[in-house]
């Protein structure tokens, strides 16, 4: 089975700084997909950046971008410019594509951007 | 635009009483599922469903079931609810299985049981 270990379960950053949240996991694919999801306070859950394993470029969406390390098993999310907005909770997934295709979730990072 | 609604917000219940928790999609997906949500412990999948009527265990199916009688529905059952359920419940979709991982959520029920 595999796991995904947030090690950080709350940071803070300020605003307009770059903050960099945790994630590791453990899995014996080669096979999968890691992702980072938004919760805002109150509202849905959103896709924030998904990596392909075979992808050895990291991915890369407007102020987020990750850092993964596929033979260290870990995916780091960075966030620059840290707005407002970006506070949330974040979780990291991990998904087998051979194994039906079902998401693990991490514990969960709370982000505080202070203005 | 998506949109996952889940029928209830927050809801307060008493131990013993039953409990559904409604999940509606608007984008024909094959796909839904029902995870809980703990501080710490992240999501954990208790059900999903591939397909219209049916449906598998997750990781913590144990005091839970659905039904998915419509493929826009899909419907969450506490039997007898416990006060070791209270918790945040929350409804996702996706396309189907061949789809690469984005979940569509909804906003979340927290139900606490007394």
């Known amino acids: 089975a595999q796991t995904v270990t947030q090690s950080q379960p709350e940071m803070s950053v300020q605003e307009a700084e770059t903050v960099t949240l945790s994630c590791t996991y453990d899995?014996?694919?080669?096979?999968?997909?890691l992702f980072w999801y938004k919760q805002p306070p109150s509202r849905q859950m959103i896709l924030v950046i998904r990596?392909?394993?075979?992808?050895?470029q990291n991915a890369t969406e407007n102020r987020f971008s990750v850092n993964f390390q596929k033979a260290a098993k870990s995916f780091s999310l960075k966030i620059s410019d840290s707005q407002l907005g970006d506070t949330a909770m974040y979780f990291c997934a991990f998904m087998n594509y051979n194994a039906g295709n079902m998401l693990t979730f991490g514990g969960g990072t709370r982000l505080m951007v202070k203005p | 635009d998506v949109k996952v609604t889940q029928s209830s917000r927050y809801l307060v219940k008493r131990t013993g009483e039953k409990v559904f928790l409604e999940c509606v999609q608007d984008m024909d997906h094959e796909n839904m599922f029902w995870y809980r949500q703990d501080p710490g412990l992240g999501l954990r999948l208790i059900y999903f469903s591939y397909d219209v009527k049916m449906k598998e265990k997750g990781d913590i199916p144990e005091g839970y079931s659905v039904s998915r009688e419509k493929k826009e529905r899909f419907s969450l059952i506490l039997e007898s609810a416990s006060t070791n359920q209270t918790s945040m419940y929350l409804c996702a979709s996706r396309y189907g299985l061949a789809d690469t991982g984005e979940l569509f959520f909804g906003e979340g029920s927290r139900l606490t049981v007394l």
């Open positions: 990596q392909e394993a075979y992808k050895q």
């Open positions: 899995t014996s694919e080669s096979n999968y997909y």
